[in-house]
């Protein structure tokens, strides 16, 4: 069994002292207000007592951590009372990502998570082990869960030699490729797959160039902008409404909050929203432009691994044999320049909140996505199928009935604030025939050979990719509307878990006959998947997750 | 296809009678509190719930199927919104029989069928006699050993 890096021990120990000396300063504050003989003076002595026996603790769950490799699971042990320890066996792994944040960067330190289907959270993390063991342990966990699955003499052959070489993984960015790259000339074939003929272990797939980067941070909204800028409002309220009265001034706003007239007022709350929009927006960007800062995908045997960002490092790795769906994702702005991004997902919980999808390539021109997605999955160029036609007239009525909710708000405004003309709302229903439209015209299936490929959304326009043999269940959906049109939903689960922001795949609205002769594709090509790969695992092939 | 107990419909019908019951409740505290409501209203709101509740629940039960197919488990239920789902018996995880205190009392259970699945990963079959549900439950399993799938999620 190993340890972690020896300045684990100093970081638990601050961690734990930090967290143990509120203990007696909360109890001694409480209890000196209600007994005598409890003085406020003992503070300071208590504070240090209560520090020291944290940084104690910490030092001894330091002692206490240990985690090894084994031929079989990667074990942990860790608890310094109560004792857990931890085996997971390498054919359950997911993925194995590696952290770094700017202090560890400079330290040469990184945090390691496993990640298993099950569970909220990572199975197993160690906090703080030196960027080399953290390399060799990824590169290890992944050569293992390679070697459970595979038992073709190929494979073993290429495992053999890569054990003659001492610590091959070497980490991306000592690619010999990386000195030529410059910012301003990016070399078209960087992003094309290919074949990397000097190392035969690590093929290089993508790697995100400096335009693809700052085209992507532009045309990228991240809620967590809003989310930041919301909170940061939230703590310095004051200053934050001075500085946007002041920035208001200029073309007219109140001299300050208390004196305005109506008009003075109109002007802030205007100047307002735009300062607001335009800082979430840069935030946004920041943030995407510091995320995926010089991303890069390779494929090692195996499994895919990727590294990005630019104060915080991820690297991580995705098993290809564990990869549940793919998907296309676009923005009408991204449409317009003909861009695209790529995310695979898997059951596991990733680095990112976003669950178990990972970005594989965040931003390429649309062709090359497409057909990186293509070499990914072996799927055919699909030729969508649109839904009904009906269903374009009943996006149109529940548009209709939105912006009639929005019409009556209106007028109940009016009724209680001084707001004339209440009717100009009505505008909103002009945008209801394009809404319908657009909602329409990006909806489309194709129910393939191997795969079933769904898409959907107009703002944020997904081309899900799913393999028959990832469906875990399939379900015909028909509210008491869309059975008076004859219509129905197809909803195809898969074990990925993205489902917070990103909802299942579902063909919506297509004609019932439609949607059970998918329903019923989708079952017997499971099967049939099934059989096959089944065969193929006797005769000693390995066959890809598709 | 296999229809569920008919007493399950009494189990439904319980379960509408509390939801007026909390609603008449709540219509009582308005009364008392905030604005005062008509004695006659308050209880056609509530008699309106409860026959709704129940119509809700004959119907519900009406639609609600189950059976056991070659590959799959597949169920048909809903009133609003109806659904057919398969779910093939490679995908089921773990099988569990579950009873409340009410499902006891009527000598039901109920068996839930879980799949890795993100959405509908559990589905749940009530109002089965125990009997039934334990067999089912043994079914399921044996099927879903039987037709195991080594893709490891």
Redesign the interface.
């Known amino acids: 069994m190993n340890r972690l890096h020896p300045f684990s021990a100093v970081v638990y120990a601050l961690r734990y002292g930090l967290l143990w000396l509120w203990v007696p300063f909360f109890l001694v504050t409480a209890l000196a207000g209600t007994v005598a003989a409890v003085s406020i003076a003992w503070l300071p002595v208590v504070t240090a007592l209560g520090f020291l026996f944290g940084a104690a603790y910490g030092i001894v769950y330091y002692y206490r951590f240990e985690y090894g490799i084994t031929p079989d699971t990667f074990d942990v042990a860790s608890g310094v009372v109560a004792r857990r320890s931890r085996e997971i066996p390498y ?2 792994i997911q993925n194995v990502d590696v952290r770094q944040g700017v202090l560890q960067r400079v330290l040469g330190l990184a945090v390691v998570t496993v990640e298993t ?1 099950g569970g909220g959270n990572s199975e197993a993390a160690l906090q703080l082990v030196s960027k080399s063991e953290a390399d060799r342990l990824q590169h290890q966990i992944r050569r293992r869960t390679a070697g459970v699955d595979a038992d073709d003499p190929d494979r073993a052959t290429s495992e053999a030699s890569e054990d003659g070489r001492p610590l091959d993984d070497e980490p991306l960015d000592e690619q010999p490729s990386r000195v030529d790259r410059t910012p301003e000339t990016p070399p078209a074939s960087e992003t094309r797959p290919r074949r990397e003929p000097t190392e035969p272990s690590r093929k290089r797939l993508f790697a995100l160039d400096s335009r693809e980067l700052l085209l992507y941070s532009l045309t990228t909204l991240r809620p967590a902008a809003l989310a930041a800028v919301g909170f940061l409002f939230f703590f310095a309220t004051d200053t934050i409404l001075d500085f946007l009265v002041t920035l208001s001034q200029p073309f007219g706003g109140p001299q300050d909050l208390q004196t305005g007239d109506t008009q003075s007022y109109g002007v802030l709350t205007v100047v307002s929203m735009i300062n607001g929009i335009v800082i979430t927006y840069l935030v946004s960007v920041a943030y995407t432009f510091a995320t995926y800062y010089d991303f890069r995908l390779g494929r090692v045997d195996e499994d895919f691994v990727y590294e990005r960002g630019l104060l915080q490092r991820y690297s991580g790795s995705i098993p290809a ?2 990869v ?1 769906s793919v998907t296309i994702t676009d923005n009408p702005l991204q449409r317009l320049i003909d861009y695209a991004g790529l995310w695979v997902e898997t ?1 596991g919980y990733g680095p990112d909140s976003s669950g178990g999808s990972q970005s594989a390539v965040p931003m390429a021109r649309a062709a090359h996505v497409h057909r990186f997605a293509e070499n990914l999955t072996h799927v055919e160029t699909p030729a969508f199928a649109s839904p009904s036609p009906i269903a374009r007239r009943r996006y149109l009525v529940r548009y209709s009935l939105i912006a009639a909710v929005v019409v009556a708000a209106a007028l109940a405004l009016a009724q209680v604030a001084p707001l004339e003309r209440w009717y100009l709302a009505a505008v909103v229903f002009a945008a209801v025939p394009p809404a319908a439209h657009l909602r329409y015209v990006h909806l489309g299936y194709y129910v393939g050979e191997d795969h079933l490929v769904i898409r959907r959304g107009f703002w944020r326009r997904r081309t899900t990719v799913i393999p028959y ?1 990832r ?10 509307f869309q ?1 008076r049109l004859g219509i129905a939903s197809l ?1 195809v ?7 917070l922001f990103w909802d ?1 795949p579902t063909i919506y609205d297509v004609d019932l006959e439609d949607a059970r002769g998918a ?1 019923r594709t989708g ?1 017997k090509r ?2 049939s998947a ?1 059989r096959e ?2 065969r193929a ?1 006797d005769a000693g092939f390995s066959v890809d997750f598709t | 296809m296999e229809s569920l107990h008919p007493r399950i419909r009494l189990l439904w019908i319980a379960q509408t009678a509390i939801l007026a019951a909390v609603l008449g409740a709540v219509l009582v505290a308005v009364d008392r509190w905030l604005v005062p409501v008509p004695t006659a209203g308050l209880v056609g709101i509530v008699a309106v719930a409860a026959v709704l509740g129940i119509a809700y629940a004959v119907r519900l039960y009406q639609i609600w199927q189950f059976e056991l197919q070659g590959d799959a488990l597949y169920l048909e239920r809903g009133v609003i919104t109806f659904v057919e789902t398969a779910v093939p018996f490679v995908r089921v995880q773990h099988v569990d029989t579950q009873f409340g205190p009410v499902e006891r009392t009527l000598g039901l259970s109920s068996v839930v069928v879980y799949t890795a699945g993100s959405r509908n990963a559990d589905v749940r079959i009530p109002g089965l006699t125990p009997d039934r549900a334990r067999k089912l439950q043994d079914t399921l399993r044996e099927l879903a050993v039987e037709s195991e799938a080594d893709d490891a999620v």
């Open positions: 054919r359950r289907a044999e564990k549940q059951a043999f469906i875990q269940t399939v379900s015909t959906r028909r509210s008491v059975r909803v689960d898969t074990a990925s878990s993205r489902t299942t329903h079952r499971l099967q099934l790969r089944a695992d």
